[in-house]
């Protein structure tokens, strides 16, 4: 049963179209990677299906609804959003943060919730930290965390919901980065759907069964990492020349890229 | 290994239980207590000396022997209505500030600071010399004219500022910032313009409001600003938790469950409505909505479901003491209330900003 559905999706803003006619459905459960070039309309279709903005035209459902249709404090448990960058103003301590996904609810369950969320990320002993003073990726993974016990709480509410990750590895060292992906595993197992944009197309494939290929703001091709990454796609879509191998194991493919080409139009 | 560590959590450093405590359960106690001391100080103190032995006569809470028609008629018309309304402005101040440094995730934010006291001066300037020359000097302003035209000043000052930063359903934060500077300092050139065809009467009333003050205070005036404090009060719980997560940005806020453009609109309707309320009643008095809520968030965090109510207490704390201290070192005479949070308030700022970056290490 698909919890997500988009159908001939289109967002433009002004003259300029972000989205063109794209479609897809998501199954409960499935792990979904998004990549694309810069400026292929990756973090836009993040923003509409978060509910953050709206569709010119087309269809959005999730859970049944338009994300507009349903009152923030529903949509947030149904499904959680981890940005990019997010920078807090105020000393803050780690504890704080990651209680505050769990919105009014205080209590021992969500102390629960929070230390398990943050030895997930492996920041345990962190909680009296105040966030300002830890490194970028520390921080990215405090909020990953606070993510993680919103969708805690969504679950026991609803039951599992949605994770939408924006490029939640940008900041992480290579064991985090592993750690983060065997995490969103555990998420995915547990019946929640995971859509990541990802930059790094090796750990896409490391995690995610399904890809989709956005370029220029159109739908370029949407499978299993086998059949969309491959050298003919890395080389229309990104413009690179690469070699394209398979993991002997684990049968997931590798990028090895090694020269810019001109982008064919 | 001790229990602590065991349990995962990490061991504080050395003084921080004191913090703890007062983070904790003894916040609220401490803070109230402090308010009763200093209330207490403060109607004992006065141009119109009365011993503190005296004051539960005065009150009727004692043997009336000791007690004088003087004593009761100073403490009762004049001491406690201006006791009052220092505790009244002092917590609207705070709490205005610490609301809108939370709106704009920035601890520097301050009403007066986006022109919304500015614009409310500006009125109540404008009710000085247009209304004298209107009334062609024959009789005095009404008394309620100067207070409506500082609020209706401050509440328009904020609508404009919407609107600029408005664009459909959404307001933009930082043009609100921007635009509100260029409206603070708008609102200074029409004082200028005020100050410069005022006649010297007029300059008087113009400088007594610019610099502030809490003379005159009567209980109708406390009456009619008592509404606006119960209004923030009730707020607090609504808009604390919006604040919270708005400090890690509208997106996330929105991401988490917050209607964030209607917890905007609370917010700026409530700062307007708070700021205004204090203007109206005395004039300008900067840097208790910076210093209050800047002190608080280093003991106690800067999580406002407390911030919000503890500013409310503090400011009223330190807003009462200055006043008492402005009616005292000169007496009779008063220094304007207004100058004495500048003077003290804005070194103290300074000594805040160098100590946090020594934190910081810059």
Redesign the interface.
């Known amino acids: 049963m698909s919890v997500l559905k988009v159908q001939n999706l289109s967002v433009k803003v002004g003259a300029k179209r972000l989205l063109d006619g794209v479609s897809f459905c998501v199954a409960q459960g499935e792990t979904v990677a998004v990549i694309g070039p810069n400026g292929a309309g990756k973090s836009t279709l993040l923003r509409v299906l978060?509910?953050?903005i709206a569709p010119s035209s087309g269809t959005v459902l999730l859970g049944g609804r338009a994300p507009q249709a349903w009152?923030?404090?529903?949509?947030?448990?149904r499904r959680?959003?981890l940005?990019q960058h997010?920078?807090?103003?105020?000393?803050?301590?780690v504890l704080?943060?990651v209680r505050?996904?769990a919105?009014?609810r205080r209590g021992k369950a969500i102390d629960a919730m929070a230390?398990a969320a943050l030895a997930a990320v492996d920041l345990?002993?962190?909680?009296?930290r105040i966030i300002g003073t830890l490194s970028g990726g520390e921080q990215q993974r405090v909020?990953f965390a606070r993510v993680m016990v919103?969708l805690a709480c969504g679950e026991e509410a609803h039951g599992p919901g949605l994770l939408l990750l924006d490029e939640p590895t940008a900041s992480l060292d290579l064991r985090h980065q592993l750690d983060l992906v065997s995490v969103a595993h555990q998420c995915a197992a547990r019946g929640t759907t995971v859509i990541a944009i990802v930059h790094d197309l090796n750990l896409a494939a490391l995690m995610a069964e399904r890809v989709i290929v956005l370029s220029n703001g159109r739908l370029a091709a949407d499978g299993a990492p086998s059949q969309t990454i491959d050298d003919s796609t890395v080389a229309q879509v990104f413009g690179v020349s690469s070699a394209v191998g398979l993991m002997p194991q684990a049968g997931v493919p590798f990028v090895l890229p090694h020269r810019a080409e001109r982008l064919r139009a | 290994m001790s229990d602590a560590v065991i349990s995962g959590t990490i061991p504080r450093p050395a003084g921080s239980r004191l913090r703890g405590l007062l983070k904790g359960p003894l916040l609220f106690p401490i803070l109230l207590a402090t308010l009763l001391i200093v209330v207490i100080a403060a109607t004992a103190v006065g141009g119109a000396g009365i011993p503190l032995e005296r004051i539960p006569a005065a009150l009727g809470l004692a043997d009336p022997v000791a007690m004088t028609e003087r004593d009761r008629l100073v403490l009762l018309s004049v001491r406690l209505p201006r006791i009052a309304i220092a505790i009244i402005i002092g917590a609207l101040l705070a709490a205005s500030g610490a609301i809108m440094q939370g709106l704009f995730r920035n601890p520097l934010a301050d009403p007066a600071l986006v022109g919304v006291s500015s614009g409310g001066a500006l009125a109540a300037a404008s009710a000085i010399v247009i209304g004298d020359r209107m009334t062609a000097h024959t009789a005095p302003l009404p008394f309620a004219v100067l207070p409506v035209a500082a609020f209706g000043g401050s509440l328009v000052t904020t609508a404009i500022l919407q609107r600029l930063a408005s664009r459909g359903r959404t307001t933009s934060i930082a043009i609100f910032l921007l635009a509100g500077l260029a409206i603070a300092a708008l609102a200074g050139a029409g004082i200028g313009l005020l100050v410069f065809v005022a006649d010297d009467r007029q300059l008087r009333d113009i400088t007594f409001w610019m610099l502030g003050s809490l003379g005159g205070a009567t209980w109708e005036k406390v009456s009619l600003i008592a509404p606006f404090l119960l209004v923030m009060l009730a707020a607090v719980p609504f808009i604390g938790r919006g604040l919270d997560l708005l400090v890690l940005g509208e997106s996330e806020a929105f991401h988490m469950g917050i209607a964030v453009e209607r917890l905007k609109r609370v917010a700026i309707v409530l700062i307007a409505a708070m700021t205004g309320a204090a203007v109206a009643f005395a004039g300008v008095v900067g840097f208790v909505g910076i210093v209050v809520p800047h002190l608080l968030r280093i003991v106690i965090g800067p999580g406002h479901r407390k911030l919000l109510p503890a500013s409310a207490i503090l400011g009223a704390i330190l807003l009462l003491a200055a006043d008492t201290a402005a009616r005292t070192i000169a007496a009779p005479a008063e220094v304007p209330i207004g100058v004495l949070t500048a003077l003290v308030g804005a070194p103290f700022f300074l000594v805040l900003l160098l100590r946090q970056r020594g934190l910081a290490g810059l």
């Open positions: 978060s509910g953050e009152q923030p404090r529903e949509l947030a448990l959680a959003v940005s997010v920078t807090v103003t105020f000393p803050f301590t704080e943060i505050m996904g919105g009014d230390e345990s002993g962190f909680h009296d909020h919103q």
